[in-house]
């Protein structure tokens, strides 16, 4: 598997190469824009925070500031602590700085969604442990600060994406405030949006949508990979693609591992 930082480093060129393709619905301040903002935040707040851990950056090492015995006296603190705040300090300066003296709305809301997305990391930290001793014996137990899988970030700002609460400026001109002012207001991790989404089922120049024709699409699924929902009420076309795989493999001793090739079909949907 590659390393995190290269799978994000991918991550972001294709953020970049659909930035530049569809700008206009970038430039929006749709939830889509909210989601891709604190994804790409938390993203360089982990990748750099990683990279202080596996000693790549001059300016920063393991987190060092974990000292002496847990609060339960159970363990101590040791390892390489993964150092969070640096990678959230970097974070903030690379993402926010040259927009921190704006106040207009879109700028308010991509700032929010930035530090949503860098406190789904900095807030989730996990505590990782090692036991030390005669096999394994346990008697002596070193724990450390760990970064959360970023899947479950991702996982997490999916949630946010779904729960995210439009907003508007408040009076005074400087604050943001919920539309409906029965919702409750969002909170630091919440994300928030100003604009509704364009129609993301037919191409549209202006907001940027190419529309949902020749996406494939899952026939069986209600949620929105289903058919049904993604080519929004055009249908589909099935294909059926063969590929060849390794099959009935066995081991002769020794060491040997002769397969058969089978051919498998599968069935692949797309939207007209
Ligand atoms: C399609 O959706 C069904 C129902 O949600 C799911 O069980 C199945 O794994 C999905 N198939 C693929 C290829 O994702």
């Known amino acids: 598997m590659p390393p995190v930082s290269s799978y994000l480093f991918n991550h972001l060129c294709m953020i970049l190469f659909e930035c530049l393709s569809l700008i206009n619905l ?25 990279a202080c851990s596996s000693g790549h950056l001059l300016q920063c090492t393991c987190d060092k500031t974990m000292k002496g015995l847990s609060a339960d006296g159970q363990w101590e603190w040791g390892g390489c602590a993964d150092n969070v705040q640096h990678g959230y300090k970097k974070s903030r300066e690379f993402m926010d700085a040259k927009y921190r003296k704006r106040s207009d709305l879109k700028t308010q809301v991509m700032l929010h969604n930035n530090e949503a997305g860098r406190l789904s990391v900095k807030n989730f930290m996990r505590t990782e442990c090692k036991c030390h001793g005669l096999s394994g014996s346990c ?65 549209d120049r202006v907001t940027g949508s190419l529309g949902t024709a020749g996406r494939v699409c899952n026939s069986t699924s209600p ?47 797309t939207c007209r």
């Open 26 to 50: 970038l430039c929006a301040d749709t939830r889509e824009t909210a989601f891709v903002n604190a994804v790409v935040a938390a993203g360089v707040t982990y990748t750099v925070t990683q």
């Open 139 to 203: 008697t002596l137990r070193t724990c450390w600060r760990k970064l959360p899988l970023f899947r479950d970030v991702a996982t997490r700002l999916k949630e946010k994406f779904d729960g995210a609460a439009k907003v508007i400026p408040g009076n005074d001109g400087k604050t943001i405030i919920p539309e409906v002012a029965t919702i409750k207001p969002p909170g630091r991790e919440d994300l928030i949006y100003s604009e509704e989404s364009p129609d993301f089922c037919n191409p």
């Open 223 to 269: 949620g929105v990979e289903g058919c049904e929902l993604l080519c929004c009420g055009r249908g589909y076309e099935t294909r059926t693609t063969k590929t060849r795989v390794n099959c009935h493999c066995r081991f002769k001793w020794c060491c040997e591992v002769t397969c058969k090739v089978c051919t498998v079909k599968k069935h692949v949907n």
